[in-house]
């Protein structure tokens, strides 16, 4: 039984990377000005590529927006239209799968908040998690480099943060551009 749980979580964590590959998609598709940044990271073309059209611009509220046109926080970018669409569409997702998700824009940090719906047993998860977004670095390194294109701050970390029902912390990992 031990060994299934650890499946499903090592399936979790690898549907977050794929979570942090849309948010990339959704970070490279625009600036809050309509326009589109110069250059791209690899992430952002391999997202970018398949799709017939890039996402919408949003408009950023009054003052959310930095002299460079981007946005002027990760705060303004998180609570987005676009991004706050993304993340209603993983909810549906991951309701399935019993965990909730929520993105939260602190100082430098995007938090990929992912909460379990239920409480459960953490023995050895955190350790299954950790594994899983070790093997997935380089997708959350990437979504970091994107957010300098959309947001006016100098060194972005990404964190993927794990709650279980009752709030507490399973696993927290930082994650920064390359």
Do not use: H
Not at 93 to 106: D, K, R, Y
Request: hydrophobic share 35%; charged share 20%; aromatic share 6%.
């Amino acid at each position: 039984m031990t060994m299934k749980k650890n499946r499903k979580n090592a399936w979790l964590s690898l549907i977050a990377a794929a979570c942090a590959l849309l948010m990339t998609a959704c970070t490279s598709g625009g600036r809050p000005d309509g326009s589109t940044p110069a250059t791209t990271t690899q992430a952002d073309t391999s997202i970018t590529q398949g799709q017939e059209t890039e996402p919408e611009a949003t408009e950023p509220e009054e003052g959310s927006v930095a002299p460079s046109g981007k946005y002027a926080s990760i705060a303004d970018y998180v609570s987005s239209d676009q991004v706050q669409e993304q993340v209603a569409s993983l909810n549906e997702t991951f309701n399935s799968l019993g965990m909730e998700v929520a993105m939260i824009g602190q100082d430098n940090q995007m938090i990929y908040q992912y909460t379990y719906t239920t409480q459960i047993a953490t023995d050895g998860l955190a350790e299954s998690l950790e594994a899983g977004l070790d093997q997935q670095a380089s997708v959350f390194e990437s979504t970091a480099s994107a957010l300098k294109l959309a947001v006016d701050v100098e060194d972005p970390v990404v964190v993927v943060l794990y709650r279980n029902a009752d709030g507490s912390e399973i696993l927290r990992k930082e994650f920064t551009a390359q």
